[in-house]
């Protein structure tokens, strides 16, 4: 798994992954982005925040507690 920072905001290709990257990125949570989106809805993965009309992120806290979370 990749080092996380302590706070910030993370994209959907720095969570899920994208191989297609130069270089490949990998995925903090192995999940595809329409099963992430689907999570996001039903409240088992954590809502994004808007920092921008076109840019939408995660709290990094957030996707630690979610890390945390799982593993148990």
Known sequence: MAQLPETGFLRLPQIVGDHKADPPIPPIIPVGK???WAGVQSGRFPKPVKLG???TAWRVEDIRALIEQTAK
């Open 34 to 36: 329409s099963t992430w």
């Open 53 to 55: 009309p076109r840019i």
